[in-house]
């Protein structure tokens, strides 16, 4: 089974454990399973994205730092496969940075991790992150 491609854990899995729907306990289960280590599954950076809105939407109480450290936790379970590293950079400055967007946080981990510049007009937040943005854009002589 080590051998087996890991499956692909989809958002609705962590937001069904959050509830008391009729799937809620099957999710809590599975979601153990993985924790612990004896289920393997593959978390995506887009279901992460996807979990940093969704989760305050059916956990109103938890701020955006609370969800970030939720985000480390499942990231840090033994059963989860991915680019574990990046993902966490990712949600550390998402959940870190007040008006820092998740898609601008993963560009600038990998950015940093890539040592390559971004390409954008979000400069001041990108920039405050330590990446390089250049402005203007290559190839334009003017604004």
């Excluded at 306990?25 to 153990?32: D, G, I, K, P, Y």
């Excluded at 870190?96 to 007009?121: E, V």
Aim: charged share 25%.
């Amino acid at each position: 089974m080590d051998d087996e491609e890991p499956g692909l854990l989809d958002t609705n899995i962590f937001l069904h454990s959050h509830t008391s729907d009729t799937h809620a306990e099957e999710c809590r289960q599975f979601l153990s399973m993985i924790e612990s280590g004896h289920i393997r599954a593959s978390l995506e950076p887009i279901v992460l994205h996807e979990l940093s809105y969704m989760l305050p939407r059916y956990l109103r109480q938890m701020t955006k730092r609370d969800i970030g450290e939720y985000l480390v936790t499942v990231l840090s379970w033994v059963g989860i496969v991915g680019d574990t590293d990046l993902m966490i950079d990712t949600v550390n400055r998402w959940s870190g940075t007040p008006g820092l967007s998740f898609a601008d946080a993963y560009l600038a981990a990998l950015a940093t991790r890539r040592r390559c510049q971004i390409y954008t007009k979000n400069l001041r937040e990108l920039r405050g992150q330590g990446v390089e943005a250049p402005d203007p854009l290559p190839g334009n002589t003017g604004h």
